[in-house]
């Protein structure tokens, strides 16, 4: 089992781009073969799949974000990021990072204010 | 994109009894792809069942999860108090990965 921690800003201005970083502790992400994935949550609703990287660094998007969503993989950092552009106050929501499907990081609130 | 239904919204039971999710998908899903997660409050997800009807690690077998093609079930044979939450299905077998809406266990 590895552990995840997400990290970033908590409050970013609309218009701008939202940038995570979720580092990878207990294992590498070039072993197993497994989906480096960015998962959101909006305040009190259900979870929406954001996109996801192999450690080769192929990746996949939600159509629904595909145009502002980019996800890339540091092999030599053992992390992964996320930057979403063009944030409006809808991107607010927590922002977890996963191993699919089984380690989640603990969260990170990233709120979309001026 | 394969659209997940979770069923019922909410569920409410008493400790003890027994709960039944349901997830149906639109397009048949790879048995080997289809996960269950609870979350609580204020928690990130937790991953209870992988390829549909195995355990994860440190996983109560008071759960369970069977089905195939497009129904998925999820049981908790008797519930704890612990286990009131909400869970999600998940289909991992193509992209876009899709999750359920949710279905929240509450206390009757």
Redesign the interface.
């Given at each position: 089992?590895v552990q995840l921690q997400e990290s970033g800003p908590g409050l970013v201005k609309p218009s701008q781009t939202l940038s995570l970083t979720c580092t990878v502790s207990g294992g590498s992400l070039i072993s197993g073969g497994y989906?480096w994935?960015w998962i959101r949550q909006h305040p009190g609703k259900?979870?929406?799949?954001i996109?996801?990287t192999y450690y080769s660094g192929s990746t996949?998007?939600?159509?629904s974000l595909k145009s502002r969503v980019s996800i890339s993989v540091d092999t030599s950092k053992n992390q992964f990021s996320l930057k979403l552009s063009s944030v409006t106050a809808a991107d607010t929501a927590v922002y977890?990072c996963a191993r699919?499907?089984?380690?989640?990081?603990?969260?990170t609130l990233v709120t979309v204010s001026s | 994109e394969i659209v997940l239904t979770q069923s019922p919204g909410t569920l409410s039971l008493s400790p003890g009894e027994r709960a039944t999710l349901s997830c149906r998908a639109s397009q048949s899903v790879s048995s080997s792809f289809l996960a269950w997660y609870q979350q609580k409050p204020g928690q990130a997800p937790r991953l209870l069942i992988y390829g549909a009807s195995s355990r994860a690690t440190g996983i109560p077998d008071r759960f369970s999860g069977s089905g195939s093609g497009t129904d998925f079930t999820l049981t908790i044979s008797r519930l704890e108090p612990e286990d009131f939450a909400v869970y999600y299905c998940q289909q991992y077998d193509s992209s876009p990965r899709t999750f359920g809406q949710g279905t929240k266990v509450e206390i009757k």
């Open positions: 089992q989906y994935t259900g979870l929406e799949w996109g996801n996949s998007y939600n159509p977890y699919e499907p089984i380690d989640w990081g603990q969260g | -």
